[in-house]
């Protein structure tokens, strides 16, 4: 029998810009909502990326 499978996909949406990151966690071993620094195109430099549904 096959386990069940922890990742899901996630979106990252930029704090600054309209733009959006797909991107899979492991929501057994990261249980809160992600929070990095990418790099965000449309405006060409490095902003913080938050999860969203």
């Known amino acids: 029998m096959a386990k069940k499978d922890d990742r899901v996909n996630i979106k990252l949406k930029s704090t600054e810009s ?30 913080n990326f938050k999860e969203s549904k």
């Open 18 to 47: 309209t733009y959006i990151y797909h991107t899979i966690k492991n929501k057994r071993n990261t249980t809160e909502r992600l929070e990095l620094r990418k790099y965000d195109p449309i405006l060409r430099r490095h902003v």
